[in-house]
C-alpha cells in the first residue's frame, strides 16, 4: 500500500513559476502549478519550500502572487536541498517517508534522493498529474484537513512567540489563554477520531483502535460516550486533539480509550479532559473508571490517571482497571485550561 503524503515541498524557481526571480524573470505562477496546490492543500497535504535564492525576493514573489501563506515552511538559501528538507522536516514534526519533493533540476532530485531515499522526488513535468497520483490521495478526508495548514503556521507562531517571551516556560504557558471544547462525538469528527487512535502512541491508555463503523456505533450506543476534544488559544486553534470513549457497566463509566495527540504534549492539557470526563460519570451517579494496557511508549498515561486520582482497583496481566473518587474540583494541574461544553 502506498503512503500517503503529508508534505509536498516545492522547488520555486523555473518549478512553481518559470524563470528566476533574482535575474528579474521570474513570472507568473504556472497554472498547473497553482491547481496542484490549491487541491492538494484541501486534502489536508502540507506545502513547503525548498528552493536555491534569497528569501526576501522568493518570498516577496509568493506574495505579490497570493501564495505565500499557502506553505508551512520556506527554507530558501544556497545549502544542499536535502539540508533544506531536514530542517522542514523538524520543523513540522514528520517522518521524511510522508514528504515528497518536486524540482525542475535532475542534479537536485538526486541529491535529495540520494540523501533521503524515502522522500518521493518528482521532476517539474510531472507537476500536473500529482493530484491524480495515488500517493497525493488520503484514504478519507476530514473537514479538519481542510485546516492542517491554519494549524500549522499558527504552531509557528506560537513558537516564535515563545521564543520571544522573557518569562518561564510556565508563565508562557498560562499566557496561551488555552481553552479545550468537549462535545459527543458527531457524524463528521469520525474520520478524525479514527485517525488518533490509529496515529497516537504516547499518549494513549489502551493502545486500542476503532474503524469509523465501530465509532458510529458507539455514538449511537446507549451504553458509550464518544467524546472528541478541540483546542484553540491566543495564536489559533490546534484542531481536534483528544478522543474518550467510554462503556456503561453497572455503575461505573469505563475508559475504554483515552488519548491526546502528541503535538498538545507540552501543553499539559490531558488533566483537563480527565477531569471532564469524571465530572460527567460523577454527574450522572456513576463511578469513574479506566482502563490501561501498558505498550512500549505510553508510561505518560498511567501516571497522568495517577496524579488525576485514579487507583488502581483490578489486574490482570497487562491490564489493569483503575477508579477516581476524587472530586472534579479536586483534580488539580490543567488550572491553566478553561473547559468549555
Given at each position: 500500500?502506498?503512503a500517503t ?11 512553481v513559476w ?19 496546490i490549491r ?303
Amino acid at each position: 500500500m502506498t503512503a500517503t503524503v503529508k508534505c509536498l515541498v516545492w522547488d520555486l524557481d523555473d518549478t512553481v513559476w518559470p524563470g528566476v526571480v533574482l535575474e528579474a524573470d521570474g513570472g507568473e505562477p504556472k497554472p498547473e502549478a497553482l491547481r496542484a496546490i490549491r487541491v492538494l492543500d484541501e486534502r489536508g497535504i502540507l506545502h513547503a519550500v525548498a528552493s536555491r535564492g534569497d528569501t526576501a525576493a522568493a518570498t516577496a514573489h509568493l506574495r505579490r502572487h497570493g501564495l505565500e501563506d499557502m506553505f508551512s515552511a520556506v527554507e530558501v538559501g544556497w545549502g544542499p536541498k536535502s539540508e533544506a528538507i531536514r530542517r522542514i522536516a523538524e520543523s513540522l514534526n514528520i517522518g521524511h517517508e510522508s514528504m515528497a519533493f518536486v524540482d525542475n533540476d535532475p542534479v537536485e532530485l538526486a541529491e535529495v534522493a540520494s540523501a533521503y531515499p524515502e522522500v518521493r522526488c518528482y521532476p517539474a513535468d510531472r507537476i500536473a498529474e500529482l493530484p491524480q497520483l495515488r500517493e497525493f490521495m488520503p484514504a478519507a478526508i476530514s473537514p479538519e484537513a481542510r485546516h492542517r495548514r491554519s494549524y500549522y503556521r499558527a504552531e509557528h507562531a506560537r513558537r516564535v512567540g515563545q521564543a520571544e517571551f522573557t518569562g518561564s516556560d510556565s508563565a508562557f504557558l498560562a499566557s496561551l489563554g488555552l481553552v479545550m471544547t468537549v462535545r459527543p462525538a458527531s457524524e463528521e469528527d469520525l474520520v478524525r477520531a479514527h485517525e488518533l487512535t490509529v496515529r497516537t502512541h504516547q499518549l494513549n491508555t489502551t493502545g486500542v483502535t476503532f474503524d469509523i463503523d465501530e465509532l458510529r456505533a458507539m455514538c449511537a450506543s446507549p451504553r458509550h460516550e464518544v467524546l472528541v476534544a478541540s483546542l484553540r488559544d491566543r495564536f489559533g486553534g490546534y484542531g481536534t486533539i483528544g478522543l474518550a470513549v467510554s462503556e456503561l457497566r453497572g455503575g461505573d463509566s469505563v475508559l475504554r480509550l483515552l488519548l491526546m495527540s502528541c503535538r498538545v504534549m507540552s501543553r499539559g492539557v490531558g488533566t483537563a479532559l480527565i477531569r471532564e470526563v469524571v465530572r460527567r460519570a460523577q454527574e450522572a451517579g456513576r463511578r469513574p473508571a479506566a482502563e490501561f494496557v501498558a505498550t512500549p511508549v505510553n508510561r505518560v498515561m498511567l501516571v497522568t490517571l495517577r496524579f488525576a486520582g485514579f487507583e488502581v482497583v483490578e489486574s490482570a496481566g497487562d491490564r489493569i482497571l483503575l477508579a477516581c473518587a476524587a472530586a472534579p474540583e479536586e483534580i488539580g494541574g490543567a488550572g491553566h485550561v478553561e473547559v468549555v461544553r
